[in-house]
């Protein structure tokens, strides 16, 4: 376990690895020519020093708070850390948030400085300046903010700035980090660098083993994560502190990133699920081009059933695999797993997975390849992970034990409590909903879930998303939604059914894989329109609900579903910024097709 930090704040990491170690690569850093360029420890000491003197002699002062509005990239990290270096505190924004939702958190949180990414945000800010009175500064990322800060702050005397550093301690606010709202309005996490250095140096002490492809190679990751989200700037902080070399990636599109895996070969990623069901579907569509969809499925019976096997032998249940079962796992290794490997870009044998819940037979796919994913669990309010499952025993399907300095306790209606130094201090400016969240140190999740004899948590919804028909039956969506969406051709499926008479579903569909799927049966592209009515991609769509139907009693099954043209996207306001489903925004947009479910 973590010690709990006695002195001190986030930015002291940057110098102190200047210090001890001012040659060994921190950071990698895309150039515009596309090749990555190496950013030693005492480059990126100099760049933030530099930075920081800039925000001084733009007035920024202690206890400031500066929003950030960009993708992922690596001047948010230099920011946040130049931030840090000046006892300042971000305010991440997500780089998709409407003119509304910047107005309310820029005013809630009392801004000062904003930094964007280019033209686009600086007109959604613009767009609400004159009702922010306190804001006095706006910086844009492709309008050469840094130069022009480096420049304004080059008279600053170093001493000026490590004069403010010296007085962050670590009961210092680092950060106010907005909840993405899938109800109401977003509120402001408060959460303090002990939190940050708590949460990081936990999971880089307990995990670190796991960074790297072959002891004493170098750990690296790139970060694609949106780093207005806690997961993200959790991984940003944790590099920092256990020197793992960093790169970054500004799209969550498999498209995009897949090439960027490819030229940084990281040796650990943390994602969400959907990368690795894009990786996992992207070779399932190449191997069915090729000819050689019954060898790939193979593949995929094998290694869950050799993952399986190998959990087993880690629970003390079993032998371990079997040496007909290893000789068929080795003479898929050339022949599939490698191949989903170098996807990955070859070197990556170890993952974490949080933001929403991973398919068990998926874990268990890619550990049978050779990338050992583990699930975890956390909230914005816990500084990102809770729980996780431990490198030598995983057991896929759940988020893991509680980390080394965490405690999870079930209440007695199923909601999951969390207590220690990770949990935040409170929500900004709202002490109502801050009592409602936090009881005597416990943070109430509003999640529901059940703890194993091992201590293993497995998440079961959401207190706020059981849904109850009109006959009295309590349902749980998230567990039918993604055995639904386990199917190739499925992207998304929100379940429906309350105060109804059973329960219903609306399905997108995985625009990829459908092209694939007709390309394959010889037949040409479909608009949206005509996909609706396919007949042949409905009878598909009903194997995946009967499939998902079998792990539940006839009361909690989907009775009948509905097929739409267009899936949920972050810009319809249907999606979270972490692609997570908006439930009333949904059901809003298409009343009319779950009312047809009905009639």
Not at 8 to 28: C, I, K, M, Q
Not at 313 to 330: D, E, K, N
Not at 379 to 401: C, D, H, K
């Given at each position: 376990?973590?010690?709990?930090?006695?002195?001190?704040?986030?930015?002291?990491?940057?110098?102190?690895?200047?210090?001890d170690?001012?040659?060994?690569?921190?950071?990698?850093?895309?150039?515009?020519?596309g090749?990555?360029?190496?950013?030693?420890?005492?480059?990126?000491?100099?760049?933030?020093?530099?930075?920081?003197?800039?925000?001084?002699?733009?007035?920024?002062?202690?206890?400031?708070?500066i929003a950030?509005?960009?993708?992922?990239?690596?001047?948010?990290?230099?920011?946040?850390?130049?931030?840090?270096?000046?006892?300042?505190?971000?305010?991440?924004?997500?780089?998709?948030?409407?003119?509304?939702?910047?107005?309310?958190?820029?005013?809630?949180?009392?801004?000062?400085?904003?930094?964007?990414?280019?033209?686009?945000?600086?007109?959604?800010?613009?767009?609400?300046?004159?009702?922010?009175?306190?804001?006095?500064?706006?910086w844009q990322?492709?309008?050469?903010?840094v130069?022009?800060?480096?420049?304004?702050?080059a008279?600053?005397?170093?001493?000026v700035?490590?004069?403010?550093?010296r007085?962050?301690?670590?009961?210092?606010?680092?950060?106010?980090?907005?909840?993405?709202?899938?109800?109401?309005?977003?509120?402001?996490?408060?959460?303090?660098?002990?939190?940050?250095?708590?949460?990081s140096?936990?999971?880089?002490?307990?995990?670190?083993?796991?960074?790297?492809?072959?002891?004493?190679?170098?750990?690296?990751t790139?970060?694609?994560?949106?780093?207005?989200?806690?997961?993200?700037?959790?991984?940003?902080?944790?590099?920092?502190?256990?020197?793992?070399?960093?790169?970054?990636?500004?799209?969550?599109?498999a498209?995009?990133?897949?090439?960027?895996?490819?030229?940084?070969?990281?040796?650990f990623?943390?994602?969400?699920?959907?990368?690795?069901?894009?990786?996992?579907?992207?070779?399932?569509r190449?191997?069915?081009?090729?000819g050689?969809?019954g060898p790939?499925?193979?593949?995929?019976?094998?290694?869950?059933?050799?993952?399986?096997?190998?959990?087993?032998?880690?629970?003390?249940?079993?032998?371990?695999?079997?040496?007909?079962?290893?000789?068929?796992?080795?003479?898929?290794?050339?022949?599939?797993y490698?191949?989903?490997?170098?996807?990955?870009?070859?070197?990556?044998?170890?993952?974490?997975?949080?933001?929403?819940?991973?398919?068990?037979?998926?874990g268990?796919?890619?550990?049978?390849?050779g990338?050992?994913?583990?699930?975890?669990?956390?909230?914005?309010?816990?500084?990102?992970?809770?729980?996780?499952?431990?490198?030598?025993?995983?057991?896929?399907?759940?988020?893991?034990?509680?980390?080394?300095?965490?405690?999870?306790?079930?209440?007695?209606?199923?909601?999951?409590?969390?207590?220690?130094?990770?949990?935040?201090?409170?929500?900004?400016?709202n002490?109502?909903?801050?009592?409602?969240?936090?009881?005597?140190?416990?943070?109430a999740?509003?999640?529901?879930?059940?703890?194993?004899?091992?201590?293993?948590?497995?998440?079961?919804?959401?207190?706020k998303?059981?849904?109850?028909?009109?006959?009295?039956?309590s349902?749980?969506?998230?567990?039918?939604?993604?055995?639904v969406?386990?199917?190739?051709?499925?992207?998304?499926?929100?379940?429906v059914?309350?105060?109804?008479?059973?329960?219903?579903?609306?399905?997108?569909?995985?625009?990829?894989?459908?092209?694939?799927w007709?390309?394959?049966q010889?037949?040409?592209?479909?608009?949206?329109?005509?996909?609706?009515r396919?007949?042949?991609?409905?009878?598909?769509?009903?194997?995946?609900?009967v499939?998902?139907?079998?792990?539940?009693?006839?009361a909690?099954?989907?009775?009948?579903?509905?097929?739409?043209?267009?899936?949920?996207?972050?810009?319809?306001?249907?999606?979270?910024?972490s692609?997570?489903?908006?439930?009333?925004?949904?059901?809003?947009?298409?009343?009319a097709?779950?009312?047809?479910?009905?009639?």
């Amino acid at each position: 376990m973590a010690a709990a930090p006695q002195v001190g704040g986030l930015a002291d990491t940057v110098f102190d690895n200047a210090e001890d170690d001012p040659h060994r690569v921190a950071l990698g850093r895309k150039g515009a020519d596309g090749h990555w360029r190496d950013v030693t420890a005492a480059e990126f000491r100099d760049e933030v020093l530099a930075l920081a003197k800039g925000l001084i002699a733009h007035g920024v002062r202690f206890g400031d708070r500066i929003a950030l509005m960009s993708r992922t990239r690596y001047e948010w990290t230099l920011f946040d850390f130049a931030v840090w270096t000046v006892g300042a505190q971000s305010v991440p924004v997500y780089p998709t948030s409407s003119a509304e939702q910047v107005l309310w958190m820029l005013h809630d949180a009392e801004v000062t400085a904003v930094m964007v990414e280019h033209e686009d945000h600086a007109m959604t800010i613009g767009s609400v300046i004159d009702r922010l009175p306190r804001l006095k500064r706006l910086w844009q990322l492709d309008d050469d903010a840094v130069g022009e800060l480096v420049a304004a702050g080059a008279q600053i005397d170093d001493e000026v700035v490590h004069r403010h550093r010296r007085a962050v301690t670590p009961e210092s606010v680092a950060t106010v980090i907005y909840t993405s709202g899938t109800t109401g309005r977003p509120k402001g996490c408060v959460i303090t660098h002990a939190n940050f250095m708590f949460e990081s140096d936990t999971m880089v002490s307990r995990w670190e083993p796991v960074f790297h492809s072959k002891p004493g190679d170098e750990a690296a990751t790139l970060l694609f994560l949106p780093l207005a989200h806690v997961f993200g700037r959790m991984v940003e902080i944790a590099a920092l502190r256990g020197r793992v070399k960093l790169g970054h990636q500004p799209e969550l599109s498999a498209r995009a990133l897949m090439p960027d895996l490819v030229s940084f070969r990281p040796t650990f990623i943390l994602a969400v699920p959907y990368i690795f069901e894009k990786v996992f579907s992207g070779a399932r569509r190449k191997a069915e081009a090729e000819g050689r969809l019954g060898p790939f499925e193979k593949a995929v019976e094998i290694a869950v059933k050799y993952a399986e096997a190998m959990e087993d032998r880690a629970f003390r249940t079993g032998p371990g695999p079997s040496a007909g079962l290893r000789m068929q796992h080795q003479f898929f290794e050339k022949i599939v797993y490698k191949k989903v490997r170098d996807a990955m870009g070859g070197r990556v044998r170890h993952a974490m997975s949080g933001g929403s819940g991973m398919n068990r037979r998926l874990g268990l796919f890619f550990a049978g390849a050779g990338v050992l994913v583990y699930e975890g669990y956390g909230l914005t309010e816990s500084t990102a992970a809770a729980t996780a499952n431990p490198p030598e025993r995983t057991r896929y399907g759940t988020v893991g034990q509680p980390i080394p300095g965490t405690t999870v306790h079930i209440a007695d209606d199923g909601e999951i409590w969390l207590h220690g130094a990770n949990i935040f201090s409170g929500y900004l400016g709202n002490p109502k909903a801050t009592d409602a969240a936090l009881r005597d140190g416990w943070l109430a999740t509003g999640d529901i879930g059940a703890l194993d004899e091992d201590g293993y948590l497995t998440i079961t919804g959401r207190k706020k998303e059981i849904l109850v028909t009109s006959g009295g039956k309590s349902v749980s969506p998230a567990g039918l939604e993604e055995r639904v969406r386990a199917h190739p051709l499925v992207a998304q499926c929100i379940v429906v059914g309350n105060d109804r008479p059973y329960i219903a579903a609306l399905v997108t569909v995985d625009q990829e894989s459908v092209e694939h799927w007709l390309a394959m049966q010889g037949r040409p592209p479909l608009s949206p329109g005509e996909l609706v009515r396919d007949p042949d991609l409905e009878m598909e769509v009903r194997r995946a609900v009967v499939a998902a139907n079998t792990a539940v009693s006839q009361a909690e099954s989907i009775r009948t579903f509905r097929i739409l043209a267009h899936q949920f996207t972050e810009e319809r306001g249907l999606l979270t910024p972490s692609l997570k489903l908006k439930r009333k925004a949904i059901e809003t947009a298409y009343a009319a097709e779950v009312d047809a479910l009905y009639h």
